[in-house]
């Protein structure tokens, strides 16, 4: 069964930046879309960015020309670099995949806080 297992969180200050990477077990990995989505406390989960299994992208709004999302499927690895980090982008960040999403991982933390 496909597991998901996000790394990369933490805490950093206002404009500080961070690598979020997700590993997925699995042979199928290259045929999905990746999607990172994330969960701040009392909040709905989000869709913060998304790429096709040829490399096509989308991103939230709001952090369009912050975060960069981009694949391995060599490696069954999406990640998320995340640039300009502001305390609205606190959260739990989560991976999956679509179609078919399956269970959540843990997801990884990232807190921006000064």
């Known amino acids: 069964q496909v597991q998901f297992v996000e790394s990369g969180g933490g805490l950093v200050q206002p404009g500080g930046s961070l690598r979020l990477s997700c590993a997925a077990s699995g042979s199928t990995f290259r045929l999905y879309s990746m999607d990172w989505y994330r969960q701040a406390p009392g909040k709905q989960r989000e869709l913060v960015a998304t790429i096709s299994s040829v490399g096509s992208t989308d991103y939230l709004d709001s952090v369009k020309g912050r975060f960069t999302i981009s694949r391995d499927n060599a490696k069954n690895t999406v990640y998320l670099q995340m640039n300009s980090l502001q305390p609205e982008d606190t959260a739990a960040y989560y991976c999956?995949?679509?179609?078919?999403?399956?269970?959540w991982g843990q997801g990884t933390q990232v807190t921006v806080s000064s």
């Open positions: 999956n995949r679509r179609p078919s999403p399956l269970t």
